[in-house]
């Protein structure tokens, strides 16, 4: 569960995030729609821990950002700011991930495994497509089995097979009872992927809603 109260963001001359008010429950793909520079990557990495709200609160599980990244065992996140050094395999990355954060080596093999980069495992991630690295990403933020997932514009880079993947990957982590949140700028695909809708404009929520009672009102 994540709630955000009054969330706001200023950065030198720029409102990102403008007195933001929601929850994303567990059991849903909660998708969070908005254009361009609307404020979504910034809110996700608040609710990391990133980033520091300027006034405000977010939540996971009840508990408010203690000045740390969450550990990966409750939050996982796929943001674009995490830099994986290029000459790493990749299970290198992901088993040097792990154990800095206590996390089993099984785990490894379990989430390549499910991101179908076992057989490619010991390859240099600097050679890896944009959907490769995507999947990576998703590896890592499953690494800890969290119960928080933060997706942020998952499926650029993919092709339509990946799409179809990783909305379906979504789904099952969010029938497991996890809190899954997810950002596009794309109403088409969070109309597929979500079954309940945040829409940001300029900072600001401008609706909150079950998918269904959306499309049925337009
Ligand atoms: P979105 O993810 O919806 O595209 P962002 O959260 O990335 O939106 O950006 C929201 C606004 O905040 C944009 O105007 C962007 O330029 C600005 N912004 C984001 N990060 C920073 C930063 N580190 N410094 C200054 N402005 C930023
Ligand atoms: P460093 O490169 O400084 O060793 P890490 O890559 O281990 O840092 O990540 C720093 C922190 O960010 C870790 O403590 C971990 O909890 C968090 N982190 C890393 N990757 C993810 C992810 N995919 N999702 C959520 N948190 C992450």
Redesign the pocket.
Known sequence: MIEARGLTKV??D?T?VDGLDFRVEPGHVTGFL?P????????MRMILGLDRPTSGSVKVNGREYQGLVWPLHQVGALLDARAVHPGRSAYNHLRSLAAANGIARIRVDEVLETVGLTGVARKRVGGFSLGMSQRLGIAGALLGDPGVLLF?EPVNGLDPDGILWIRTLMRSLAAEGRTVLV?SHLMSEMALTADRLLI?GE?RLLADSAMNELIARH
């Open positions: 950065y030198r720029t990102a908005g361009n520079g609307a404020g979504k990557s910034t809110t942020d950002s940001i900072g």
